[in-house]
């Protein structure tokens, strides 16, 4: 299947209706996705002290790399259904050298299968997420958008989560909110629990299927779009089963180059603003998140 053909089957006109695409998988990106999967899980299924000679680094006021372990159940307030009890991976390419470094420094072949499993699939994303770019591009009037999420590449974020069990089974494993970054298509999800809020103001279940990934719209595309496509409002609850077990899930945050990024001092976190309230904010309020210059 060659390129053009490719984008013709990638139909992103729901991204305006409902504010989620379905893409389904070519077979490579499909068992690639399989492969960076297995490479985490064998990473989370070391000792604590292991992981963290992968420590997280905030390299600039943005963004870091590496893994976190959180859990505020100490905290004043904290109930087991807000706790937030989970570890995650954050890994960008252009920090790809640092991740290389600390994988050999550690010792750990499970590390460093994890950071070599991470560049090579990544090499195989980036044609595809700038496909369903140019269909965006194309379906919805975006003009130099594949070429800006393309040129953006060593930015976007590959984060995996991994919720743990020990939760209540009504718990919210993550509070609304929406994505910052241009899109985000969500490839991975080991259980049910993910959901959005449609424009009706209702949750329902945005099901990442076996072998597709869903695509939301994050907060820059809200503005790139002047509006058009708003960013979706997402969260994710445990279930019966992820409440004992936990849960896994895989995203990548893209982010297109030379298109404004949201001001974190002046809008927040996403979470805080009013579940929902984006959905209805005028543009002229939108472009007042946004960073003026860059
Ligand atoms: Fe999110």
Request: charged letters at 25%; a negative charge; one cysteine or more.
């Amino acid at each position: 299947m060659n390129t053009e053909e490719q984008t013709m089957t990638i139909n992103s006109h729901s991204l305006k209706e409902h504010g989620v695409m379905n893409a389904v998988y070519p077979a490579q990106i499909r068992s690639g996705v399989l492969e960076i999967q297995r490479a985490c899980e064998a990473f989370y299924s070391l000792p604590l002290e292991v992981k963290r000679l992968l420590p997280y680094q905030q390299f600039d006021a943005e963004s870091g790399a590496g893994y976190e372990y959180k859990d505020n159940k100490n905290q004043p307030g904290i109930s087991p259904s807000t706790r937030d009890f989970k570890e995650n991976l954050h890994l960008k390419m252009k920090y790809l050298g640092w991740l290389r470094e600390k994988a050999g420094a550690s010792n750990e072949p499970v590390i460093v299968e994890l950071v070599e499993a991470y560049a090579s699939f990544m090499g195989h994303l980036a044609p595809w997420v700038s496909e369903i770019a140019t269909a965006i591009e194309e379906q919805h009037g975006i003009p130099g958008l594949a070429r800006d999420v393309l040129a953006n590449q060593d930015l976007w974020v590959l984060r995996s989560l991994h919720y743990f069990g020990d939760r209540n089974a009504d718990a919210e494993l993550a509070k609304p909110h929406t994505d910052k970054c241009c899109f985000t298509p969500h490839l991975y999800e080991n259980d049910s629990g993910l959901e959005r809020l449609t424009y009706e103001n209702a949750w329902v279940p945005m099901p990442v299927g076996e072998g597709e990934t869903a695509i939301i719209p994050g907060m820059q595309l809200q503005n790139i779009s002047d509006n058009e496509l708003r960013a979706t409002w997402h969260r994710v609850k445990a279930n019966e089963h992820t409440a004992v077990a936990g849960r896994f899930s895989m995203v990548c945050f893209v982010t297109a180059a030379n298109r404004p990024f949201i001001d974190s001092a002046r809008a927040g976190r996403m979470q805080d603003l009013g579940v929902g309230s984006t959905y209805r904010l005028p543009l002229e309020e939108v472009r007042k998140l946004f960073k003026t210059s860059e």
